[in-house]
Each structure stands twice: as C-alpha cells, then as structure tokens.
C-alpha cells in the first residue's frame, strides 16, 4: 500500500524566496509521484509528475521536484516565490494502478509575504 | 479539449436527505474516481468506474454510490445524509492506468445541516 507525509501543514515564505515543500513517500513498488496544487475553492491542478523517466522533473509555473530513491523524497522547489503561489499543494503517490492505489498527502499550504 | 465539468457548484442539503453529484469527464477519458476532501485535508478517494463498472473504492460506507454512463459521464449518490459529509467533492478523470494522474474537476461544495 502506498503513504505520503508531507512535513510542515504551512510554509510561509517571502517573495522571490526559495520554495521548499518537503514530500516522502512509502510504496512496496517502484512509484509513480506527483504534485498538485490548489487554488482556494477550486479544484486540484497537476504540476508535475514523475513516472520513471528523468529524477528531476519539471512543471508548470517553473515548479520541480527531484525524484530520490534512497531517500523516498520527491520535494517540490521553486526558485523564486510568486505572490501567485500561494495555495494548498498536494503530493500523490501511485503504484501505476488506478484508484485506491492513487493516494494524496494531507497537503501543505504555501502563504507568500510580500 | 474539453476539463472535467461537475454540477452544481455548491449546494445544501438536510441530514437524512439524498444527493447526487454530476461529472462529465476530460473528452477521450475513460476512467472516472471520485474523491471527497474535507476541511483542511487532502482527498479521500471514493471509488472509480472504468467502462460502467465499479473497480475500485475506498473506505466508504455503501450509502455512497456511483453510476458511469456510456458517454463516461458520471454520479456520485449518497444517501442518508449525515453531518460528517459536508465537505468538497472532487472527480477526476484519466485515459490511462495510475501513470498519468487524474484530470480534476473544480468539485462540488456540499454542506449538511
């Protein structure tokens, strides 16, 4: 069965900051990974995805993530923060499977200060 | 090509009573799930239809129910509203198995009272 944790429910960053959101993940097999980021009251949009390509992998909005096995970590970064940014973003772990397989971390809500 | 559509945006309903929640999945996507998201948490996956059959769901009770129709439109029913399922409900939409991720509608805020 696949797990996400992700550390820190908020991060609060300044803008033109670096954007670390930390994600780690349990699967008994090699996982698909992926971020999503939400909007209040919308829904989840897809950032990135990595599915066993390259480890480092890069998204919309000049979002990446960094695939690390040894670590089970696929943090989030973004070098310099928007006033944009700031939302809910979710990490995700699949087994390449449908459905109960798909499985969201609590989320961890970015705010940008000015 | 055409997102995910869900119907109605928002709406209220009394303990005890029925709901049914409408989505029309991302054109050329066969694979429909259904999460539930509460307040300040992440989503809760339901259960998914594939080609009109139900072949996956999560930890729910049986009052929450499911169709997929030909058009790969799909609803969510639960009934026997409680307090407790006030929350967003997401669909998401995929062509492929788990490797591509999910195409998510914007949800549908249900409120019990």
């Known amino acids: 069965a696949q797990s996400v944790t992700q550390l820190g429910s908020h991060v609060s960053v300044s803008e033109g900051a670096l954007v670390l959101l930390r994600c780690n993940y349990s699967s008994s097999v090699p996982p698909y990974l992926f971020w999503y980021v939400q909007y209040p009251n919308q829904g989840l949009q897809l950032l990135l995805k990595?599915?066993?390509?390259?480890?480092l992998v890069k998204g919309i909005n000049g979002f990446e993530a960094e695939f690390k096995k040894s670590e089970t970590s696929f943090h989030l970064t973004k070098p310099s923060a928007h006033m944009s940014d700031a939302a809910e973003y979710f990490c995700a772990v699949s087994d390449g499977r449908y459905g109960q397989n798909f499985v969201f971390g609590p989320g961890t809500r970015l705010s940008v200060l000015p | 090509e055409t997102g995910v559509t869900q119907s109605p945006t928002h709406l209220i309903k009394t303990r005890g009573q029925q709901v049914t929640l409408r989505c029309s999945s991302q054109s050329g996507h066969n694979t429909v799930s259904w999460y539930q998201q509460a307040l300040g948490q992440g989503p809760q996956f339901i259960f998914q239809?594939?080609?009109?059959?139900?072949?996956g769901r999560g930890n729910f009770p049986p009052r929450f129910s499911g169709l997929q129709f030909p058009n790969y439109s799909s609803e969510l029913n639960v009934n026997a509203l409680e307090l407790d399922d006030s929350a967003l409900y997401l669909c998401?939409?995929?062509?492929?198995?788990?490797?591509?991720?999910?195409?998510f509608g914007s949800g549908t805020r249900l409120t019990v009272v």
């Open positions: 990595y599915t066993s390509a390259a480890t």
């Open positions: 998401a939409s995929s062509s492929g198995q788990g490797v591509n991720g999910y195409t």
């Open positions: 239809y594939y080609r009109e059959e139900e072949n």
